[in-house]
């Protein structure tokens, strides 16, 4: 499974980094910061949660 | 929950009242009930409400999305500025291309990773004020809670002795309540009068740090020192951010905490399961914000031609955003007519969206976990004044004030 971030569409909810900590890191602005791109099985569930918990839609799951 | 007999009766009652006063008068009356939600619902069912009067509403998820995403859209500021302010409003009544360089300094500010270290501060004020009360057993909680533990907080944050609190809660409601009685001239002439104090009040301190030589560490100390766009800040532009901050950080908060205080009140089952398991607060708080939603609604206008269902609304337009109906819409909640304090994900519209997402959700979130976390803690069981119906405000803010409650001592 792959995450991306779509950072022109992030707006700095920061949803992601909240919830999935493990995935996600803000910048210094609070803007979502995408760490881990291929995602472990263990983590699937988590990349679920944050892709559709942002309420910009800038989270982008692929299998 | 949101079927076409719904929509109807829901258009009917919003004309007639819109068309009877206008919009901010019947309307508000109608939403500042304790359960606004089927109203809002169904709204949310069909992609645009277009009302005499050339009043557009949207309500529906996918409708609210499309314009709040939609990189030709204006915001607010497109109305006019907000709350009796001579100019727009930083940030919230600019737009792009200006808009981004303000962000670009405020946001770094109220960032959740500055905020994160504000959180023992807030505990420690929430234990201040519950002492104040506690062992009486009663307490108005939205008078000597709610409405004081975020303003507080907020003076701390901008650099203002917590002895002006009193001046700061009069001037945000001059500028935001109604009062029952008053002419549309008494009603001005408050606002005026409020806008001519923040202003004057600013002046006077910045006018002071200036002669100190000294900015002070800081909110105001940091905009004294800040660039935008490589250029420093005027004077206008700081009190422009400071009545922008005035305004959102003395009332919203305490308006989120009154809402989900008498909603807790009002279901005392749910809230001992959150008593029971503190870990459950930022879920249910999420949920309570999706639910109650306390800023409920917003203005746009897109800069080009938009298309919602069968009606093109023509470019300058203005459109009225309800995210109180977006937030029960079906197509993006499921049920969300039910109140699930576990719920997740839960991508409500509570805090906007778009590039005005509001400045400071990472703040309103922490406040919101703590203060309500320990008032639990403290005052596990409550419930409303026997006797009393809660009253309820619907715009431009939702809040429940007066909020009596009692509990045993």
């Not at chain 2, 009140?265 to 029971?276: I, S």
């Not at chain 2, 309500?372 to 119906?389: A, M, N, S, T």
């Not at chain 2, 431009?396 to 009596?404: E, H, Y």
Request: hydrophobic content about 45%; charged content about 25%.
């Amino acid at each position: 499974m792959e995450l991306s971030l779509d950072t022109e569409a992030c707006m700095g909810h920061g949803r992601c980094y909240d919830i999935a900590p493990q995935l996600f890191d803000a910048d210094g602005e609070g803007h979502g910061v995408l760490l881990v791109p291929d995602v472990p099985a263990a983590e699937e569930s988590a990349a679920h949660t944050a892709h559709e918990s942002c309420p910009e839609r800038a989270i982008a799951l692929r299998q | 929950m949101t079927d076409i007999t719904d929509t109807e009766v829901a258009e009917s009652e919003l004309a007639d009242s819109m068309g009877a006063e206008g919009v901010g008068g019947d309307i508000a009356a109608a939403l500042a009930v304790p359960d606004p939600q089927p109203v809002y619902a169904a709204i949310a069912a069909c992609p645009i409400m277009v009302l005499p009067g050339d009043i557009n509403v949207v309500g529906a998820a996918a409708s609210v999305d499309a314009l709040t995403r939609n990189h030709h859209v204006r915001g607010s500021g497109a109305l006019g500025n907000t709350g009796g302010a001579e100019r727009p409003l930083i940030p919230l009544d600019l737009d792009r291309p200006e808009h981004t360089g303000y962000r670009k300094l405020l946001d770094p500010l109220f960032a959740a990773k500055v905020i994160a270290p504000l959180e023992a501060d807030v505990r420690a004020l929430a234990d201040e004020l519950i002492d104040t009360f506690i062992e009486r057993g009663h307490a108005d909680i939205y008078d000597e809670f709610c409405a004081l533990l975020p303003s507080t907080i907020f003076l701390r944050l901008m650099g203002i002795p917590a002895t002006e609190l009193t001046y700061f809660l009069d001037f945000k409601n001059d500028l935001l309540r109604e009062y029952p009685g008053e002419t549309v001239e008494a009603g001005e002439a408050r606002v005026k009068g409020a806008a001519a104090r923040c202003y004057e009040y600013f002046n006077t301190v910045l006018d002071g740090r200036e002669a100190s030589g000294v900015p002070g560490d800081d909110l105001l100390g940091r905009f004294l020192t800040a660039e935008v766009d490589g250029h420093s800040l005027t004077r206008e532009n700081i009190l422009d951010i400071c009545y922008l901050l005035m305004i959102a950080g003395l009332d919203t908060v305490a308006a989120s905490l009154s809402c989900i205080i008498a909603w807790l009140a009002r279901h005392p089952e749910e809230r001992q399961r959150v008593v029971a398991d503190p870990a459950m607060w930022p879920d249910a708080i999420e949920e309570l914000m999706r639910w109650e939603t306390p800023v409920p609604v917003a203005s746009r206008t897109p800069t080009e031609d938009m298309r919602f269902g069968d009606e093109i609304i023509a470019a300058g337009t203005h459109v009225t955003v309800l995210w109180a109906a977006a937030n029960l819409d079906p197509e993006k909640f499921d049920n969300p007519m039910t109140v699930d304090l576990t719920r997740r994900p839960n991508a409500h519209y509570s805090f906007a969206g778009g590039f005005h997402r509001c400045l400071g959700s990472h703040l309103a979130r922490m406040e919101l976990r703590s203060a309500l976390d320990q008032f639990h803690r403290r005052i596990p069981d409550y419930r409303i004044q026997p006797g009393v119906e809660l009253t309820y405000e619907a715009i431009p803010v939702r809040l429940a004030r007066p909020l009596p409650l009692v509990w045993s001592v």
